[in-house]
Structures are given as structure tokens and as C-alpha cells.
């Protein structure tokens, strides 16, 4: 019978603790075991201190089926947890002899001289079912107690990723009957979590009498609506409830809905620009090319972006975008007047069919002037004309750069739909 395993994500190493390193290892996790099936209790960050791991995999191991260990693993002294694991599980180190053959053909294979250090990968405890690293020479390790697994891998992102794609979660899934999860998400744009709730209370509860939950997930400009059911529904069923709730909810919540999956804006604007043959230019200033980066990741993006520049000090938008001065002398540079101009600019020099164009003070100052610190004016050039936006945000740079982003993409978006 299929039933919900509880994992939960255990991460060692100071250099997580003191910001030194990101911690995306409990991140990719928790996104994977989802996929199978699995729920995460917990994700933890804890040092290099054999007390606080023992403590911790103390916890786990009472409270759920799967704990996840990552990081600790090398062949350097502050590699603890292998050590530490035997002496939790009172065992001892013996040698695989495949790592150990593995390990040297990892370093002849680059020319590499092998070190006295490097033997050690091959050390594991003799109650552990061996994880091949396929990627590295830390090796991973499988331990089961009492119907628990311990599963301890390396902290290096590809080579933890690689071992639970290729190895891991296979075995999980053959060691037990998961149950399917399914997850669809609804993008949003422009507006806040409050907001959105408000719009959608009166069928809430209609949702959660489906047996299907609906979570709110805001970032700066966006509310991803993520709706899921935990069990053992099919998924056909499940899709037919799911498409008449996500009906309901784009009627209720009207443009703001940009995408029935999740997906970013600049993806919906690249698929807009294809399915209608349109080119698209942009001019940014106080984004600082951040559009542009986001266009040009998208694989392809050359069949509608013509190109874009960066004219940040107000010379450039004269000498390069040959904006008449009179536009630059007698309005502010962060206005609607000079968004226009800068929009119809840069759509004239790189002919093509919209352009996008962004002034404004990302803050923290705004070179003295009335215009308030966190204005963003923002100009979009179509084949019908030009029109701009004017948007007030607060003081964080980095913030209002990525809102600023959003809202011109979403301007080009609602541009094109309503044509």
C-alpha cells in the first residue's frame, strides 16, 4: 500500500552557517523528492560538530524514513561525517575496494597524482551500501536501521545531484511504494500575496473541499498560486479538477495571470514574439542591461531580439539613441517624456517592431533632484505608436532593478494581447 514518506534534509558544514556558501543543496532536494513522491519534514543547516550531527540524525531518525545528509565527505581533516556516522551506528571503517579502484582511475584520468589522502575515499563503514560518485571521489553511503535509511552524500552540488538522479531516488522507489504528487502553478504579476487572497476567498474553501491545497508563493513581482494534491489520485483526475479551479481563479484575477505553469515572464514574452513573427529592441537605463541578460538566456532568443543598449549617462542617449536635446533639456531624465523617446529611439536604430525603454533612480540616491527615489519610468515603442508607465517603488537597489524588469516585460506582454 502506498503511504506518505517523511524525509528530512540534514546539510553540515560551517561555511553554510556563516553565509560563506549558499546552501541550494536542501533546495534541489526538497524539489526532487517531491517529484517522487516524498514530503520533507525539515532542512537544516548545522556546523562541522560531531555532537550537533548526532543530536540531529537522533531526531530525524525518530520522526521520519528518509534523512538526506549532505557535505563532510572530503578527504581534509574537517571532514567529519563519515566518522561520525560510525560512531552514531557503533561501526568502523573498511575499505571498498571499487572506490578505491574508481578513485585511482578518477585521478589518472586527468593526470592527477593520487595522495596518501585521497585512499581514505575509499574508507566506508562496513554497514553501508555504497553510492558510486560518478562525478568526484567522495563516495556516498546507504545505511538502513530499524526500516530507517541514512543516505550521506558530498556537499558539491553536481556531484550530490548526479549520485541522487542516477542511484538514489531509483532505489528509494523500488525500496518503497511512494504516493504521486502533482503540483500546477498559476504565474502572477504586478500584484501583492494580500491582494490576491482577497480575490480568490470566496472559493477557498471549494478548493480545499476538492481535497486540493493551494498555496501562496510571493518573490519581488510575482505570486506563484501552486495548487497540489498529496495522495493517490490519478492524474487525469486531478487535471480535470485543476483546469476548472484555474478557470475560476484567471477570471477572478483577470491580466495579472500571465502563465498556467511556472514559467517566467520573460519566457511568455519570447513565445508571444514568436507565435506573432514580432522583433523586439530595448533601450535600459537604470535596469543597467538586466532585460537584455534575461532575453538573451533564452535559447533562440536571436529569432526575435534584434539587439539592445545601455545608454546610463545622459550623453549616450543623445549621441548614441540621437535623442533630440530639447526632450533631454526640458524634462527631468527619469520622466515619461524621456522613456518615450528613448523606446522610439532605440526601435528606430534596431528596426524593429516594439521596443522597450527604462529610466529611473534604482536608489539608494537620486542624484539630488525632485524626482523621488525609487521612480522607474518605462517606455514601450509598438508598431501602433508609443506609450509609457510610471511606477513608484522603495529604497533597495537591487529590488526595484528586478521589479522595474518585471513591469516593462509584463507592459510588452499586455501590449501584444491586446492588440
Given at each position: 500500500?502506498k503511504?506518505?514518506i517523511?524525509v528530512?534534509i540534514?546539510c553540515i558544514g560551517?561555511?553554510?552557517l556563516i ?9 534541489w532536494i ?7 513522491g516524498?514530503k520533507?519534514r525539515?532542512a537544516?543547516?548545522i556546523g562541522?560538530?560531531?555532537k550537533q550531527?548526532?543530536s ?12 538526506f ?6 578527504p581534509?581533516?574537517d571532514?567529519?561525517t563519515?566518522?561520525?556516522i ?8 573498511i ?7 574508481r ?7 586527468r593526470?592527477l ?6 585512499f ?5 563503514p562496513?554497514?553501508c551500501d555504497v553510492i558510486?560518485n ?6 556516498g553511503?546507504?545505511i538502513?536501521?530499524e526500516?530507517?535509511?541514512?543516505v ?5 552540488p553536481?556531484?550530490m545531484?548526479a549520485?541522487?538522479t ?9 525500496r518503497f511504494e511512494?504516493?504521486t ?10 500584484v ?7 480575490q480568490l476567498?470566496n472559493?477557498?474553501e471549494?478548493i ?8 501562496y508563493?510571493p ?7 501552486r495548487l497540489?494534491?498529496y495522495?493517490?489520485?490519478?492524474g ?11 478557470e475560476?481563479?484567471?477570471?477572478l484575477?483577470?491580466?495579472i ?6 514559467i517566467?515572464?520573460q519566457?511568455?514574452v519570447?513565445?508571444l514574439m ?10 535600459e537605463?537604470?535596469t543597467g542591461?538586466?532585460i537584455?541578460?534575461w532575453?538573451t538566456a533564452?535559447e533562440?532568443?536571436?529569432d ?5 543598449i545601455?545608454?546610463?549617462h545622459k ?7 540621437q535623442?533630440?536635446p530639447e ?5 527631468p ?8 523617446a528613448?523606446a ?6 534596431f ?8 529610466t529611473?533612480?534604482?536608489g539608494?540616491?537620486?542624484?539630488n533632484?525632485?524626482?523621488p527615489v525609487g ?6 515603442a ?5 506609450f509609457?508607465k510610471?511606477?513608484?517603488?522603495g529604497?533597495n537597489?537591487?529590488?526595484n532593478i528586478?521589479m522595474?524588469?518585471?513591469?516593462a ?5 499586455m501590449?501584444i494581447?491586446?492588440?
Amino acid at each position: 500500500m502506498k503511504k506518505n514518506i517523511l524525509v528530512d534534509i540534514i546539510c553540515i558544514g560551517d561555511e553554510l552557517l556563516i553565509g560563506q556558501t549558499i546552501n541550494t543543496n536542501a533546495a534541489w532536494i526538497g524539489r526532487e523528492v517531491n517529484k517522487w513522491g516524498m514530503k520533507v519534514r525539515r532542512a537544516i543547516s548545522i556546523g562541522d560538530d560531531p555532537k550537533q550531527i548526532q543530536s540531529e540524525m537522533t531526531e530525524s531518525l525518530q520522526k521520519v524514513s528518509i534523512i538526506f545528509i549532505t557535505g563532510g565527505l572530503g578527504p581534509t581533516k574537517d571532514d567529519i561525517t563519515k566518522k561520525t556516522i560510525c560512531e552514531f551506528f557503533d561501526d568502523h571503517l573498511i575499505e571498498d575496494t571499487a572506490t578505491t579502484q574508481r578513485v585511482k582511475d578518477f585521478f589518472q584520468s586527468r593526470n592527477l597524482p593520487m595522495l596518501e589522502v585521497n585512499f581514505l575515499q575509499a574508507m566506508v563503514p562496513s554497514q553501508c551500501d555504497v553510492i558510486p560518485n560518478n562525478k568526484g571521489t567522495a563516495t556516498g553511503m546507504w545505511i538502513e536501521k530499524e526500516g530507517n535509511i541514512l543516505v550521506s552524500m558530498p556537499g558539491v552540488p553536481y556531484e550530490m545531484e548526479a549520485m541522487m538522479t542516477e542511484t538514489i531516488l531509483p532505489k528509494i522507489s523500488q525500496r518503497f511504494e511512494l504516493p504521486t504528487i502533482f503540483h500546477h502553478t498559476i504565474m502572477t504579476i504586478g500584484v501583492g500575496e494580500s491582494f490576491i487572497a482577497q480575490q480568490l476567498s470566496n472559493i477557498e474553501e471549494e478548493i480545499a473541499a476538492a481535497g486540493i491545497a493551494l498555496a501562496y508563493l510571493p518573490s519581488p513581482g510575482l505570486v506563484k498560486l501552486r495548487l497540489s494534491s498529496y495522495g493517490h489520485v490519478d492524474g487525469n483526475s486531478f487535471y480535470t479538477v485543476v483546469k476548472q479551479f484555474s478557470e475560476k481563479i484567471e477570471t477572478l484575477l483577470g491580466d495579472i495571470v500571465y502563465a498556467q505553469s511556472d514559467i517566467s515572464i520573460q519566457q511568455v514574452v519570447a513565445q508571444l514574439m514568436r507565435e506573432n513573427q514580432y522583433t523586439m529592441s530595448i533601450a535600459e537605463s537604470c535596469t543597467g542591461g538586466t532585460i537584455q541578460s534575461w532575453i538573451t538566456a533564452i535559447e533562440g532568443a536571436s529569432d526575435f531580439f534584434k539587439g539592445g543598449i545601455t545608454p546610463y549617462h545622459k550623453e549616450l542617449k543623445h549621441s548614441i539613441l540621437q535623442i533630440d536635446p530639447e526632450i533631454l533639456d526640458s524634462h527631468p531624465i527619469v520622466s515619461e517624456p524621456v522613456a518615450q523617446a528613448m523606446a522610439l529611439a532605440v526601435q528606430r536604430l534596431f528596426k524593429s517592431d516594439f521596443a522597450l525603454a527604462t529610466t529611473g533612480y534604482a536608489g539608494p540616491g537620486n542624484d539630488n533632484t525632485d524626482v523621488p527615489v525609487g521612480t522607474i519610468c518605462i517606455g514601450l515603442a509598438t508598431p501602433a505608436g508609443v506609450f509609457s508607465k510610471s511606477i513608484q517603488l522603495g529604497k533597495n537597489r537591487e529590488r526595484n532593478i528586478r521589479m522595474a524588469s518585471l513591469h516593462a516585460l509584463n507592459l510588452l506582454r499586455m501590449s501584444i494581447l491586446n492588440k
